[in-house]
T-cell receptor
């Protein structure tokens, strides 16, 4: 069973702080890693993806990948109340079907 | 980014009826589309992978005769919930990816309520 694990939270951070969301995966053959954001009652929207070890930055978001540790994280700088949502980590092994974690609920308090 | 639409966004039906949900890629051709189901406060569960021009691949435990998937063109996939029952009430979401790409773009979802 290929697992993608996330802490369900809720993770509470004050406005302006850095939110750190973590994800581990069991399939060592995983090639591509995605972070999606899902607001309550809505479908997921893509935040960013990462393929290579290291950091990838896009605006206030930074994805970090460590394949040796089978670990991927998402950092949100200058967190805003509008960032409050569930963040889904997804992993694929070049088979195009994404394997989703259960998501981490983030709450940014004003 | 790529845009995926779904129709209808909401459907309420009586038990025993069939419901068809459409998923369209609006600005790209999608050789592969995916159908997910999400129950309240639970994660996305992949139901099936739909490839244009071929039969869908269903995940274990998903009844292919109950959830009929047709991917007749590069921009349209349909999911038909046949003889729907209250336990089929859920949030159905499709996603699509461009040829040879792994990134999936999600449609807005369809809420199904079976009375």
């Amino acid at each position: 069973q290929k697992e993608v694990e996330q802490n369900s939270g809720p993770l509470s951070v004050p406005e302006g702080a850095i939110a750190s969301l973590n994800c581990t995966y069991s399939d060592r053959g995983s090639q591509s890693f995605f972070w999606y954001r899902q607001y309550s009652g809505k479908s997921p929207e893509l935040i960013m993806f990462i393929y290579s070890n290291g950091d990838k930055e896009d605006g206030r978001f930074t994805a970090q990948l460590n394949k040796a540790s089978q670990y991927v994280s998402l950092l949100i700088r200058d967190s805003q109340p509008s960032d409050s949502a569930t963040y889904l980590c997804a992993v694929t092994n070049s088979g195009y079907a994404l394997n989703f974690g259960k998501g981490t609920s983030l709450l940014v308090t004003p | 980014g790529a845009v995926v639409s779904q129709h209808p966004s909401w459907v309420i039906c009586k038990s025993g009826t069939s419901v068809k949900i459409e998923c369209r890629s609006l600005d790209f051709q999608a050789t592969t589309m995916f159908w997910y189901r999400q129950f309240p406060k639970q994660s996305l569960m992949l139901m099936a992978t739909s490839n244009e021009g071929s039969k869908a691949t269903y995940e274990q435990g998903v009844e292919k005769d109950k959830f009929l998937i047709n991917h007749a063109s590069l921009t349209l996939s349909t999911l038909t919930v046949t003889s729907a029952h209250p336990e089929d009430s859920s949030f159905y979401i499709c996603s699509a990816s461009e040829p040879l790409q792994e990134t999936q773009y999600f449609g807005p979802g369809t809420r199904l309520l079976v009375l």
